[in-house]
């Protein structure tokens, strides 16, 4: 345990600090309280025992200043006569106990001793707690492989802290189940957790939704609204997709996370705010910092800790899984038995899945909806060569049905649909996505989806 002595007093320091070092503690002194502020904001302390009165700063005023800083280590505040309701004020406003002088050192030691043992019991509840919030998130987010369990190992470390965190990887990796995960490992999990997909909203019903907007604002706004900082005020705010956030917004969302505060469309006062940001990208964001498209100051003060989502075809330990786990949730939502015969259970696991995870859960649930007797086999998938999962259009995947079953142009055609309707879903209707897990330009698709009546 690492003690901080903080007294004007150096005889009283050199006693306290031989007293607690043979009883085996880590001891340092400081009799300027400026000082000592510094050193215990920049240090990790575990108890910092203060006098009350003292020169420059008052003991009250160190426990404030040190607790509005973050500082998280108890304090023990030292009073002599006539200081006792100082002290008593201090303990109000969180310290933990507090020694009128003279004392005894037996008196000294069984404080300290305390206070170590509520600090041990803290962390053993705070390690409960983290253990208990990953064995829930496990049963929501499925890791076999190393990678992923390294992940969601690290992902429970960050959780405890306020700090934002960056969710990189391809589409349909599951960044939002990582950051739902987040959310419920974090001491934030019974407020609320919101996500907004940056890439689906125009830019200014995108800036009203984010930060609230007040009556007469816009055309349309008719009373005042509460944005979702507001709505997310506790919890946690997911930013899906912050690589389109169009750069006017950004600057404004930057002030949002270094202030502290919102301020609504149309309003002139700011309102306090707490949120835990999580942002999510599929986008390279350091290439977009380098293109001028995302600015660099965002772009670091959301990349605090960033944890990487590998593709689907990196983690093949977890395909089996995912498959097992996606299958029993469908047979819950269809109310009837989902199996998968081993011949599929193989082809499925050796696929490439451009699409990830979401793409495998839409093709068990395609398949499963799809399925006379929910028994589903390779015929069920239809899947490709090239990597992507094709429309089954008739259950068994034959083609025996179709009036042009030997024609070739229809049934290019009735693929090349199927791949791009699979494209849209994976990318979650996000076009620019889309095109790039087709292999085709922005234009090029649009073209497709005019002529298929795709729109």
């Known amino acids: 345990m690492r003690i901080l002595i903080v007294d004007d007093e150096a005889p009283l320091r050199q006693s306290l600090s031989l007293l607690l070092a043979e009883s085996g503690y880590r001891v340092e002194t ?8 510094a050193r215990a904001e920049a240090e990790a302390f575990d108890l910092i025992l203060c006098d009350v009165r003292m020169p420059e700063m008052d003991g009250l005023s160190f426990l404030r200043r040190y607790r509005a800083s973050g500082g998280g280590a108890l304090m023990v505040m030292m009073s002599a006569y006539g200081g006792e309701d100082a002290a008593l004020e201090a303990m109000r406003e969180g310290a933990y106990d507090y020694l009128s002088k003279p004392f005894r050192p037996d008196e000294v030691t069984l404080t300290v001793q305390k206070a170590e043992e509520r600090e041990r019991l803290r962390r053993e509840v705070d390690t409960l707690r983290a253990s208990l919030g990953a064995d829930q998130v496990r049963d929501v987010v499925v890791a076999e492989s190393r990678a992923m369990r390294d992940l969601l190992e690290l992902a429970s470390r960050v959780a405890g802290h306020a700090t934002t965190v960056l969710l990189t990887g391809e589409s349909g990796t599951g960044k939002e189940v990582i950051a739902r995960a987040i959310h419920r490992m974090s001491p934030r999990r019974e407020a609320p957790f919101t996500a907004i997909n940056c890439a689906a909203i125009p830019e200014q019903l995108l800036e009203a939704e984010l930060f609230g907007h007040t ?3 816009f055309t349309g706004a008719t009373s005042d609204r509460a944005g979702l900082f507001e709505a997310s005020h506790g919890g946690t705010l997911l930013l ?4 389109d956030m169009p750069l006017g917004l950004q600057a404004k969302l930057l002030r949002v996370l270094e202030e502290g505060s919102v301020r609504r469309l149309g309003a002139r006062e700011t309102r306090p705010i707490d949120v835990r940001v999580i942002a999510a990208t599929a986008r390279p964001l350091d290439r977009s910092v380098e293109d001028g498209g995302f600015r660099a100051d965002l772009y670091y003060r959301l990349n605090v800790v960033n944890l990487h989502l590998p593709p689907l075809r990196e983690r093949r330990e977890d395909i089996t899984a995912l498959i097992t786990h996606f299958a029993r949730q469908v047979a819950g939502r269809l109310e009837r038995p989902v199996s998968i015969t081993p011949r599929a259970l193989i082809q499925l696991s050796e696929h490439g899945w451009p699409g990830n995870v979401r793409e495998l859960k839409n093709a068990i649930e395609r398949a499963a909806v799809l399925s006379a007797d929910g028994r589903l086999d390779v ?7 090239n990597g992507r999962h094709g429309s089954n259009g008739n259950g068994n995947g034959n083609g025996n049905g179709h009036a042009h079953a030997y024609e070739l142009k229809p049934q290019v055609e009735q693929l090349e649909r199927a791949t791009i309707e699979r494209a849209l ?3 979650k209707g996000n076009r620019r996505d889309a095109a790039q897990l087709l292999g085709v330009s922005l234009r090029t698709l649009f073209y497709k989806l005019r002529r298929y009546q795709l729109d």
């Open 30 to 37: 400081e009799g300027n309280p400026v000082q000592a502020l």
């Open 215 to 217: 009556k007469g604002a």
């Open 240 to 243: 899906d997709e912050i690589g």
């Open 379 to 385: 015929s069920d998938f239809s899947l490709t060569s």
């Open 425 to 427: 879903e994976a990318s």
